[in-house]
């Protein structure tokens, strides 16, 4: 029964990350669906804060009304900002080539946690381990780097920072909201989508490492 459920459970993963994809590729493609995307994953991602947070702070009112607020202003300013630079070829390419790192991050972590398991990473998050965090950044550093070298022709050491500090950024959101649903006690955010969870199961690595490799990617170069 348990066998059933983890192959179930694998082929509805596996058919949502191929619909993710092909949205992926419509966002890379198309402007107006990337602004209608952003739009609906906002509002869910902030619905699936709101049921967290009433749970972990039912009794506070306003420490809840204030961390709402805030994550509000997070999300707004996070699709804002990247509606807007997707406006501009050159700098939409870049931030889908770091948006495919954070993705790479995260499927390395898996291939690589699963693969080679080891010692726990962090008790806040039992299913993480050293050897996914390594796989993380290998992935990361992987995609990134061919990337970059496929456009340009070129390979610079300093994309190496890049990646890495793209990937910590993911692992360390990802550690986030892991923490979050411990504090919590859901397993999900959500069940939305089959086989992964919840938006925030799915963009909570993204809302920090988008930013942080977008940002070290203009200090350095």
Do not use: W
């Not at 902030?46 to 967290?52: D, G, H, R, V, Y």
């Not at 998050?125 to 992987?142: D, E, Q, R, W």
């Not at 979050?180 to 920090?208: E, V």
């Amino acid at each position: 029964m348990v066998q059933y459920k983890m192959i179930l459970n694998l082929k509805h993963r596996i058919i949502t990350s191929t619909i993710l994809l092909f949205l992926f590729i419509l966002m890379l493609i198309n402007n107006y669906i990337l602004i209608y995307s952003l739009i609906v994953l906002g509002m869910f991602a902030i619905l699936e804060f709101f049921k967290i947070n009433q749970i972990i702070l039912k009794k506070k009112r306003f420490k809840q009304l204030f961390t709402n607020i805030i994550f509000i202003i997070y999300i707004f300013s996070f699709c804002s900002f990247f509606i807007i630079f997707s406006f501009f070829f050159h700098i939409k390419i870049i931030l889908f080539i770091i948006l495919l790192t954070c993705i790479a991050s995260d499927i390395g972590g898996f291939i690589f946690g699963k693969i080679f398991k080891g010692p726990k990473l962090t008790k806040i998050s039992p299913n993480k381990t050293v050897s996914g965090a390594i796989g993380s950044i290998t992935f990361s550093l992987i995609i990134l780097s061919t990337s970059i070298f496929y456009l340009t022709k070129t390979f610079d050491l300093n994309i190496l920072i890049v990646g890495i500090v793209t990937s910590l950024g993911c692992q360390f959101g990802d550690l986030f909201f892991s923490f979050l649903k411990r504090k919590s006690s859901l397993k999900d955010t959500g069940n939305l989508l089959p086989g992964h969870g919840g938006i925030l199961d799915r963009i909570d690595g993204l809302l920090l490492g988008v930013p942080l490799g977008y940002i070290i990617l203009l200090l350095i170069f």
